[in-house]
């Protein structure tokens, strides 16, 4: 990034001296003139100086790649100071003669042969660190690859833990540099893809800790090992996905995604209709009676869609044939109008023309029109999530009829909202929120059964903890993609109404709503994407690390310990930190936030204070465990202190927010380490 974005200034200056130098071939240049360009010449050296000092570091740091680096910014360095020396006005001897301007002239040629260089040598290091992304986002993955391995064959708790702890940090470095590469990524569609498949590992990887520890505590049930294998193979393809998209490749005889949707179809039938204004002969008649054959195709998903309504099914088809019609008119008027050239033959043509553009623009309105109505329809009638809250109840009661009657019904939600996603990806309008819709598809089909597993892994061992905490992470995911897929639906009805461009927003101030009734309502102020990608980083690392509190908790024999009730408190309290930074959660706005952090800060005077009765025991260990009590008190203070202060704008509230997720960070990490030793301590002394 940093290579970039030094790359930056030399090539803007190149282009800005050599439209100096190429102005005009006037005899002569005035002095400003001159001097404009000594002083842009100089700033081309200095530019490329900062762009090679970054481009040595890199060559330092990769050997197999210095040779070519160090050779490229040696070039880069060389075409720098040759345009410096071109262009020093100060080294002529007779500034004030003509032969000064000769000399310009004359050398005007090695100018631009020294600005072709400068750019021929950024390139290539540019091209060079891109390669050494895509090595290190490579290697990131195959660390990741090898963890996994590693988590699938173990067989002790104790073991899995420790690994976990390696892959969760193998997480974070991999969701690092995939969320620099996706906002680097100039294709839309791509990035979309990149953002679907980070989402997949995010989600995936505390599915993988729950369906793991499900699977170590409950080794002979089948349903358990099907709900963890599930999971790695959802990773392995998530991971597969990008990498294809970081090396531009897919996996041979694999052709492009076929998602053709009958919004992408009707612009270009649209644009071919047009298109006859300017030319008869754009296209035969033939080709364009195809593509409108083939949209009708298409919309046979919704007519022949059990859970589209009556009434649009024949408006629908009612303006399907309306299209037939229209595309008839449009043809012989055509023919007419290739071989008679009359004024009134041109504007029967126009009308045609306008006839049935105008007509496929009620086919598509339609089209949204039910698609959007029966997604919006089905996000109310599941806004309670019954089936899931039934499917917990009856699970710990270890009721298998029951259980089976609510995963035929969670079955038959999950084929409504797959075949939801279809039609909306249909009228998405918008490639990028096609792929979203692909991806809700794939969701829907792919949690639906995990959480069946779930429940009949629960059912099997009603008393289970673990069983009933992987229930829930599967039906919080559930529930999460319900939530994004109602975000969806708006985006789309935007495009739809001509809102595009209007990116999501995290709510940086209070949203309007019955818990704050009595504010003034207020906007909310958008982050821009990088800001967003470090909240949603900076999340990640959170969620992992609450993780492995919740780890150390369910070591302690007596569950119902105050220091454990403690700590597990603090774990929760984070957890919901991580879920704001996905726009998620009960904490709705900053000011949620930031009162989550002060409670933090009370809770933590609980566990210091009950750790520190256990340092009453002789015991070796007793050093380590105030060691690290007498940081945990200092980072809970500055928690404290950054939440009560009070921020006024965007800036300010965004890095009051970073810093208040930080310092939680923080206050994790010593909680893990306090938990372990105090457990250590208080088995030693009973």
């Known amino acids: 990034k940093q290579v970039r974005y030094n790359a930056v200034s030399p090539i803007t200056q190149i282009f800005l001296i050599t439209t100096l130098i190429n102005h005009k071939d006037k005899p002569k240049w005035s002095d400003k003139t001159l001097q404009a360009i000594q002083r842009v010449g100089q700033a081309v050296n200095l530019a490329v100086g900062r762009f090679v000092t970054v481009g040595e570091a890199i060559a330092n740091e990769n050997r197999e790649l210095k040779e070519e680096m160090s050779i490229a910014c040696i070039e880069a360095k060389r075409a720098g100071e040759t345009i410096a020396q071109l262009t020093d006005v100060a080294n002529l001897d007779h500034p004030e003669s003509d032969g000064r301007i000769t000399t310009i002239f004359t050398d005007k040629t090695g100018v ?71 906002n680097d ?61 970081v090396t531009d490749s897919r996996p041979s005889g694999e052709n492009e995604m076929a998602a053709i949707s009958i919004y992408t179809s009707i612009k270009e039938f649209k644009n071919k209709v047009e298109g006859l204004r300017e030319n008869l002969y754009f296209i035969s008649k033939e080709n364009l009676s195809t593509m409108l054959e083939l949209i009708l195709e298409h919309t046979e998903d919704f007519t022949d869609s059990a859970y ?59 089209l ?70 692909i991806h809700a598809e794939d969701t829907f089909q792919v949690i639906g059964p995990q959480i069946i597993s779930a429940a009949e892994t629960l059912t099997l061992h009603p008393s289970s903890k673990i069983a009933k905490e992987n229930l829930d992470v599967f039906c919080e995911a559930w529930e999460s ?70 780890s150390e908790t369910e070591k302690w024999e007596d569950q119902e310990n105050e220091i454990v009730r403690h700590g597990q408190s603090i774990s929760s309290m984070a957890h919901s930190m991580y879920l704001f930074t996905r726009g998620e959660g009960l904490l709705k706005t900053t000011q949620d936030l930031f009162h989550q952090a002060e409670v933090i800060y009370i809770e933590k005077t609980g ?23 007498d940081k945990l008190i200092p980072v809970c203070q500055q928690l ?7 921020v006024q704008g965007k800036n300010a509230t965004f890095t009051k927010a970073d810093t208040c997720i930080r310092k939680t960070k923080g206050v994790m990490t010593i909680l893990s380490q306090v938990l372990p030793l105090s457990c250590m301590l208080l088995k030693k002394v009973s």
């Open 112 to 182: 631009v042969k020294a600005a072709r260089l400068l750019l021929s040598s950024v390139t290539k290091v540019l091209v060079l660190a891109d390669r050494i992304v895509i090595k290190q986002i490579l290697a990131s993955r195959n660390k990741v690859l090898a963890t996994m391995e590693q988590l699938e064959k173990v067989s002790s708790f104790q073991e899995f833990v420790q690994i976990f702890s390696q892959f969760g940090n193998e997480m974070v470095e991999f969701a690092h540099l995939t969320g620099d590469r996706q």
């Open 185 to 245: 990524l100039k294709d839309e569609k791509k990035k979309a893809r990149m953002a679907a498949a980070r989402t997949v590992l995010e989600k995936c990887t505390m599915m993988l800790l729950t369906a793991s520890k499900t699977c170590l505590r409950h080794p002979d049930c089948e349903s358990a090992r099907l709900n963890k294998e599930g999971v790695f193979h959802r990773m392995r393809l998530a991971l597969e996905q990008v990498i294809e998209i």
């Open 308 to 366: 589209t309504s009556h009434e649009h099914r024949e408006r629908i088809l009612e303006q399907s044939r309306q299209a037939k019609m229209e595309l008839e008119q449009l043809v012989s008027v055509w023919m007419q109008a290739q071989s008679q050239k009359t004024k009134d033959i041109a504007e029967d043509l126009e009308v045609a023309i306008l006839k049935t553009c105008q007509c496929m623009n009620e086919l598509r309105r339609e």
């Open 368 to 437: 949204h029109h039910a698609a959007t109505s029966l997604a919006a329809d089905l996000l109310r009638y599941h806004a309670d999530h019954m089936v899931l809250k039934a499917l917990k109840i009856t699970g710990v009661e270890g009721n298998l009829e029951a259980v089976a009657e609510c995963t035929c019904k969670l079955s038959e939600q999950k084929e409504q909202l797959v075949e939801t996603c279809r039609l909306l990806r249909h009228v998405s309008g918008t490639e990028p929120l096609e792929i979203t819709c």
């Open 481 to 550: 993609q319900l939530s994004d897929m109602s975000m969806l639906l708006r985006e789309i009805s935007d495009v739809f109404e001509g809102r595009r461009g209007e990116k999501r927003a995290y709510l940086s101030l209070p949203r309007p709503g019955k818990h704050n009734a009595n504010l003034k309502a207020l906007k909310p102020v958008k982050l821009d994407t990088e800001e967003q990608a470090k909240l949603g980083k900076l999340g990640l690392e959170l969620h992992l690390l609450t993780s492995d509190v919740d």
């Open 607 to 629: 566990t210091s204070k009950l750790s520190k009765m256990l340092l009453m025991a002789k015991d070796d260990d007793k050093p380590l465990l105030l060691l690290e009590i």
């Open 640 to 646: 404290q202190i950054t939440a009560k202060t009070t």
